[in-house]
C-alpha cells in the first residue's frame, strides 16, 4: 500500500514557510525556474514527465490503480474504482493536494498524490503520499520521478514530514521511499486483509 486516497471533508492547507528548513529537500530537474512556476508545466526527466492531473486522465490512472486494487495489496481497497468516482477523485484534489501524472510519449504511466495525514488541526503540517506505477513501465525511474515531484511540492508547500504506509512485503516500495531519504519508524502488524492473508504495514516517514 503506497498511501491513501483524498481525504474527504475539508481541505487541509498547512502554513507556507519560506524557505523550507530541510537540508534533504530534492532538488528540481531544472534550477533556472522558480518551483511554483516549473511545476505548473511538464517536468522532464529523460523520457518521463511529471505534470498536474487532468479529468482527462481519469482512465489511464483508474486502470493503473484497478490493477493494484484487483490483483496486488499495494492498496487496501478492494472494489475496482469506477471512472466516475476517479474523475471525482482528481476534481476534489487541489493545491499541495493535487494529483500528477507521469507520462511517456503522452501516455500516462503512472500518478502520485500527497493527502492529509490525519483530520484533526494539529497534523496539518504532515501529509501522507501515494505513488502508483503502471506494471508495464516498471524499473523506468517513473517512480522516483514521481516521488521527487511530491516531495518537492511538500517542502514548498510548508510541509514539515510525509508519511507513508506501505504493505511491509513490498520490497521495491519501501527501496523506491527510503532511497528518497524515508526511514522505516514502525510495522503495524497485521492490520490489513486481502486475498485472505492477513498484511502487515511498514510505516515511513521523510522529515523535510
Partial sequence: ?????????RSVQPPRRQPPRSSRRVALLSTDVPPSSKRSDDIADGTVSVRLAALDDAPAIAAIYNVEVENHTSTFDLVPRTLDEQQRWISARSGAFSAV?????????GFASLSPYKERPAYRTTGENSVYVSRQHSRRGIGRALMEH???????????????RVEASSAGSRRL???NGFELVGIEREVGRKFNRWLDVAVLQLML
Fill in 1 to 9: 500500500m503506497h498511501g491513501r486516497a483524498a481525504t474527504k471533508g
Fill in 101 to 109: 501524472v507521469a507520462t511517456i510519449d503522452g501516455q500516462v504511466v
Fill in 177 to 179: 521511499h527510503e532511497s
Fill in 150 to 164: 511530491v516531495i518537492g511540492i511538500a517542502a514548498d508547500s510548508g510541509f514539515h514530514s510525509i508519511v507513508a
